[in-house]
DNA sequence: TGACTTTGCTTAATCGTTTAAGTATACTCG
DNA sequence: CGAGTATACTTAAACGATTAAGCAAAGTCA
């Protein structure tokens, strides 16, 4: 029961590199060349230290190491206040992707909330402070801090899924268009004829990608598509309901008088808009078939089904980060858009003879 | 344009204790006990000094100071990787105003995801290291992380509203009987006597406490209550779309044969609930009135706006700080429960005569 | 073989703070 | 008045790492 009390030694106090310098009988110095890899170590040295430190659960102080380094060994994930909640949810996913990735004792990453506001100094105070080694930005940055990390160009990823590039930010992307055509084309593939779309006029840039997929998926396969078939005014639940709700109201391309699918631009929109195909008296997907965007957990665990594109916050953490710990390391780093994932098949479509 | 080049001396570099020592003619010592507020420097001096610092804009450098006195700076929020996404969802609400309200400069906030698998020593290795000054952990402990902080009577603070409070440990608690006793009071003083309720059995602590609330209102009012319209089966939207409908088949207490309101454990799940009745041919508030609990972003722009009992992720966020603080500056904190807020009157519910 | 390089290690200074201990000056009081 | 105590400051040693510079021993080469 008392036999851990030979780590108790020192006052139980964490070893530092000294201790592991005078256990490996050699100076503190080399045990930093073991731990930070340098060469002049001789292979036997450097296994004996690996050895001590391992035997005793060594592992380093951050503060010291980056109060000499200059570094903070801290990344900052930055998120507008003024984003949309639905927004924020998502961010938060990534971030949460990107803490996992972070190997615990290196890098930690720290949300912090910025006003659109110019008066907000956090950002460049952090980094005028060395308070931060890298940024993560989503959805873009604020002019004040924008200028603030050109002045040192300083590591910073820009993630920002459904907005616009930044022009001279390193940026991760998701190609919208493309993951709208491959649900339209989907559907199609599937023998819908009469496919309506529901998007998010209040976001324009992420709306025209997602209605220009839409479109192209339906030109492609010389589908007409009705002009009152192509809803902006999903902007909540409620919304994609009144889209939905508009378009049984307008009536019919080919016959049916109705559209035998549709596509939300979000998972989110798919949900309300099915709840109001049922309320107005359409079985799903028997009468109408419906796929959404995004993956939210709820896809899956309601009836049906939803089938969708998904998008995944790990890949986007992935990517970012990648890119952030080049730019961090000094290397180049270029803007990228994540490739579309495979359409989640379930049962809220049907095939359509 | 180039007059910031005073600033710009030695080399453009943070200015430093020393710096400000030299420049206000005092030894660095002084200048630390004037920033961390000890006695023995006469008035005129820390004048001085203080002047000095806010002309250079000095702030300090937090790796060296903890590297001296033990500290970290930073506290970790404790997120389960097997919570409800949302829950999760919530708790990101709750670390975003703490965030917000961690003065910048001074501690940060960190996530941090564990599971509760044993073998998960994120934690206890953030501990031993002395990386951590302090936790917030949602929804209580893996069991691993709870000894470890008992060995050493860390500072910590559990969050768990809609989970029962953990014996030993300094809790914030949200009084989730008393909630629903409001919401369920309220829609009895408007004249509703047929009321419904949808909970969620699937979070057991959760679903007794708010059923208690709602069975406490009705009885104290001498409101009889089917049992068919006590439901729990809603653990996702669609789950409280099928609670809805369920309540409406089972028929009326007192002559209408449906309910005239319903109380929601959930605003996700009374918007479900709502489009439910809504597609079974029902207005609302007209025929039936809805009432949620939380108050998403959502409630207040769907049609129409949803009532509810707002939960502020404020509230809690502040009450945790405050306690962790409190623990962390030694002196004992008490768990504590979170008071209901006042009913958010909004247009889904109406005055039933 | 002797000069030069390489290898493998140590010494010691340094990063920006805090804080115990020291010192000079002024104040208090029997 | 002199001893003792405050007061206001400074000096210097830490905290735990990194890293330039130094130095011996071994290897290389004409």
Redesign the interface.
Known sequence: MEKDSKQKKDGGK?PTISDIAKLAGVSAATVSYVINDKKGVSDEVRARVRAVMARVGY?Q????K??KTRH?Y?IHAV?RKEAA?AC??FY?GV??CM??RLS??SY??????QSDDESDT?LP??I????TDGIIAFQGLAPRTARALERGNFPCVVVNPGFEAEPGAVSVQIDFEELSYRAAAYLVSLGHKDVAFVGMRSLPFFFNATKRGFRRAMRENALPVRKEWIRGEA????GA??AMRNILAAGGVSGCGHPTAVFCAQDNFA??AM??A??AGYRVPEDISFIGLDD???AK???PPLATIPISPQILADEAIDRLFAMMAGAPAESVTIPSMEVAPRASVTRRE
Chains 1, 2 share one sequence.
């Open positions: 964490q592992s102080n951050l503060r010291a980056g109060l903070s801290t998120i909640p924020k949810t938060f971030i949460a803490a996992e615990p004792g930690s990453i720290v949300p912090v909330f956090t105070d952090l005028r402070n060395g308070d902007t909540c639940s409620e309901a009144k949900i309300s709840s109001a049922r309320a939210v957990p709820e665990y309601i009836e």
